[in-house]
T-cell receptor
Framework: KAGVTQTPRYLIKTRGQQVTLSCSPI?????VSWYQQTPGQGLQFLFE???????NKGNFPGRFSGRQFSNSRSEMNVSTLELGDSALYLC???????????FGSGTQLSVL | GESVGLHLPTLSVQEGDNSIINCAYS??????FIWYKQESGKGPQFIID?????DKRQGQRVTVLLNKTVKHLSLQIAATQPGDSAVYFC?????????FGTGTRLQVFP
């Protein structure tokens, strides 16, 4: 069974631009979560989607948004990029809540 | 934020020794706990989990201990190997979202 797949692996953007990251969960997993990882803040929860509905949301500004499609694939979007948005963005999936998450390798976003 | 990043503590152990990585969790309502291992350039990888109705669980070379009284979790790695070098995170599940600790870097030297 294939693991969680994230694309692209690396991304370089400039301030003010927007970016869309993609995540394909493990087959059969209906829950997709997104995390931001930085050296200074560790792993911070962004949001979780389950069956196309946002179920949980972290403490991030509205510039960070996401969605989930009927095939459970998910995208997250960051608009009006800031230098501080440079981070590793991790996607994780699980069958349902209160189970372990399986992570992808992440998308490394650099904002210049 | 929910996961406050500080200076990453480091544990240095000699190959073949046992390692113990500790974690203090914050929410008394948490009933599910997970340990993850993250190697450079990769996403976190599941190691072992434990639910609050247990105080110990063993896997292959790893043991997780849970002390709910003092809200403490530990990961024991037996016969530590160079391949165990990584950052280790504990995570708690007070609601449906996982909240991660700051992580501990494990360095294994020969």
């Amino acid at each position: 069974k294939a693991g969680v797949t994230q694309t692209p692996r690396y991304l370089i953007k400039t301030r003010g631009q927007q970016v869309t990251l993609s995540c394909s969960p493990i087959s059969g997993h209906r829950s997709v979560s997104w995390y931001q990882q930085t050296p200074g803040q560790g792993l911070q929860f962004l949001f979780e989607y389950f069956s196309e509905t946002q179920r949980n949301k972290g403490n991030f500004p509205g510039r960070f948004s996401g969605r989930q499609f009927s095939n459970s694939r998910s995208e997250m979007n960051v608009s009006t990029l800031e230098l501080g948005d440079s981070a590793l963005y991790l996607c994780a999936s699980r069958r349902q809540g209160n189970e372990k998450l399986f992570f992808g390798s992440g998308t490394q976003l650099s904002v210049l | 934020g929910e996961s406050v990043g500080l200076h990453l503590p480091t544990l240095s152990v000699q190959e073949g020794d046992n390692s113990i990585i500790n974690c203090a969790y914050s929410n008394s309502a948490s009933d599910y706990f997970i340990w993850y291992k993250q190697e450079s350039g990769k996403g976190p990888q599941f190691i072992i989990d434990i639910r609050s109705n247990m105080d110990k669980r063993q896997g292959q070379r790893v043991t997780v201990l849970l002390n709910k009284t003092v809200k403490h979790l530990s990961l024991q790695i037996a016969a530590t190997q160079p391949g165990d070098s990584a950052v280790y995170f504990c995570a708690e599940n007070p609601t449906d979202k996982l909240i991660f600790g700051t992580g501990t870097r494990l360095q294994v030297f020969p």
